[in-house]
């Protein structure tokens, strides 16, 4: 059935508006647009209200902030970095602290590229001296071409890796640097992957592309510039004070760097910065998600988080989760939030008291289980659970209810390459739903109660269960039809029992007379709605 309550989503500062209208138009929250409220207020008459807050930069999750939110479940940073929000302050409190690391993917490689192309061809002086200054002078103006040239890459991730693959396309060889990664994720694409940062140094040009944290703040000081080769090109599009400025600046005035590309400087705004008074910086004001594109992402996914976690459905990108992201593969992650949706979902399925879950991983995924079990727990337990549970206390709450969580760890894989099975036993019986991820990241349910089926995991989900006999499909067709309920997908599976399950995505919620209608079919044997 349709959840009829309110949550209360603040936005504590400006996104774009299709986030907004993300957030106006899903009937069960209630948003508060605070953006130009002044701090004090925010924090101390309107925070109290909410039960996920959306931030950027301008807002500090601080001692303020939390003290005041006391309803607070999540908090989503819509952006990347998170220097501003006190994760483990927020931790302590039981709040779930999100971001949106992919959404300004695109506009941070292509900002790293332009810098990169402007600091070789020294673009932006050139243009200077003849739109400005209007001289002609082209013999001025002799850059380097970037083919055959050594670009070292600090950092493989989203980003990183990205710029290595449109640097490779100029015919630069890359030389990776990135001690979290598997190699292979470098080898693969015919790079060099290094654990010695002396050949990151070695390089014509080097890019930056690491989280700000107390292991890379100033990891690249004054010893690693004197080690640099001379006329070296050094570019940092990531985060400010991962370069020591002090030794860049030193570095730039004695020629030893020939030029730096800088969008990002370790206190902004940088109106006054000394590496302005140099002739060999091209510098941007902190551009790196400055596009159309990346606002529009940012903003759309950030209230789509804000949404889910609202809901207690998923807490997409969480940041103090109870396994360290650092350690773990990358596929790994997207099956722990698929786990967590395929809790939810089997919840909404049965509504009653949960007895036990039992979450079996096949293949490379069943080295992870136990903190899968978390995951899933969270999902299955958040419609009961009302607003108190994450993954903090999952566990505690579980033994304190009586429910019993159970991992199963099996190494082979029969079809899929990995594969989780989750088996959730309540008052009024038993669901049992497995789902894998295919190269194309979707999520997909492959079995459901003995079904073999394939269906994307997201949105509103009709499970209908009936006798296998002609005309089915018509008459469930017909009956949302007259409803006004539009059919996205129609997935059908049968059993040797003379059974027939059909899962149907669908595009707006689900009222109860329509599902009233479909169970009264002479053919349902049971009928199951849910959204995810």
């Given at each position: ?18 986030g907004?209208?993300?957030l ?24 109290p209200k ?21 309803n ?12 501003n ?11 779930i602290?999100m971001n ?5 993917t ?7 590229m ?13 243009h ?26 600090i ?36 790079m060099?992957y290094?654990?010695?940062f ?15 944290n ?29 370069y020591?400025?002090?030794?860049l600046?030193k ?18 705004p ?13 510098v ?8 159309f594109?990346?606002?529009y992402?940012?903003g759309?996914?950030?209230a ?6 609202a ?19 990358s ?19 049965s509504?009653s ?8 991983g ?11 079990s978390t995951?899933?727990?969270v ?18 709450v579980a033994?304190?209810?009586g ?5 199963e760890?099996c190494?082979?894989?029969s079809?899929y390459?990995?594969?989780?099975t989750?088996?959730?036993t309540?008052?009024?019986?038993t669901?049992?739903?497995?789902g894998t ?37 018509g008459?469930v ?6 409803n ?49």
């Amino acid at each position: 059935m349709s959840n009829n309550k309110k949550y209360t989503v603040v936005v504590c500062d400006h996104i774009h508006k299709a986030g907004l209208k993300m957030l106006e138009d899903d009937e069960n929250i209630n948003f508060i647009m605070a953006a130009d409220e002044p701090k004090d207020k925010l924090k101390t008459e309107i925070l109290p209200k909410a039960d996920v807050a959306i931030t950027r930069s301008s807002t500090d999750v601080d001692d303020l902030f939390l003290a005041n939110a006391t309803n607070l479940k999540a908090v989503v940073r819509a952006g990347v970095g998170v220097d501003n929000v006190d994760i483990p302050g927020c931790s302590k409190q039981g709040i779930i602290v999100m971001n949106v690391p992919t959404a300004n993917t695109i506009a941070a490689v292509e900002l790293t590229m332009t810098h990169m192309l402007s600091c070789m061809r020294m673009f932006p002086y050139s243009h200077d001296h003849l739109k400005n200054q209007r001289v002609w002078k082209r013999e001025k103006w002799y850059g380097y071409e970037m083919k055959g040239k050594k670009l070292g890459v600090i950092g493989f991730g989203n980003i990183g890796s990205r710029v290595a693959k449109r640097a490779a396309a100029f015919e630069m060889d890359i030389v990776a640097f990135d001690p979290y990664i598997n190699p292979s994720k470098v080898t693969d694409l015919d790079m060099t992957y290094t654990k010695n940062f002396e050949d990151i140094l070695s390089c014509d040009i080097i890019t930056i592309h690491t989280p700000k944290n107390a292991e890379t703040i100033g990891m690249i000081n004054d010893a690693e510039f004197a080690k640099m080769k001379d006329g070296v090109v050094v570019i940092n599009c990531a985060r400010g004070g991962l370069y020591d400025e002090d030794a860049l600046l030193k570095y730039l005035q004695n020629g030893k760097i020939r030029f730096a590309g800088i969008d990002v400087f370790n206190k902004e705004p940088a109106t006054d910065h000394p590496l302005l008074d140099l002739d060999n910086v091209t510098v941007s004001p902190h551009l790196g998600a400055n596009t159309f594109e990346s606002q529009y992402n940012i903003g759309t996914q950030a209230a789509n988080n804000a949404i889910e976690a609202a809901k207690g459905i998923a807490y997409p990108h969480a940041m103090n989760l109870p396994i360290d992201e650092s350690t773990i593969p990358s596929f790994v992650k997207p099956f722990l939030e698929m786990g967590q949706k395929i809790g939810f979902l089997e919840s909404q399925m049965s509504k009653s008291q949960i007895i036990s879950i039992k979450v079996t991983g096949h293949g490379e995924i069943a080295e992870y289980v136990e903190s899968l079990s978390t995951f899933v727990a969270v999902g299955a337990m958040s419609q009961n659970s009302g607003d108190t549970i994450n993954y903090v206390n999952a566990e505690f709450v579980a033994k304190e209810k009586g429910i019993k969580i159970e991992s199963e760890a099996c190494v082979d894989s029969s079809v899929y390459k990995n594969l989780i099975t989750i088996k959730l036993t309540t008052s009024e019986g038993t669901t049992t739903i497995s789902g894998t991820i295919f190269d194309d990241n979707v999520q997909r349910l492959v079995n459901i109660d003995g079904f073999a089926i394939d269906v994307a995991l997201k949105g509103d989900m009709i499970m209908f269960k009936n006798s296998d006999v002609p005309g089915v499909i018509g008459s469930v067709g017909t009956v949302l039809a007259n409803n006004s309920v539009n059919i996205a997908d129609f997935s059908l599976a049968r059993n040797d029992k003379g059974e027939a399950l059909a899962v149907i995505l669908v595009d707006n919620a689900v009222c109860e007379k329509s599902l009233t209608e479909l169970a009264a079919l002479e053919a349902c044997l049971a009928v199951n709605y849910a959204r995810v």
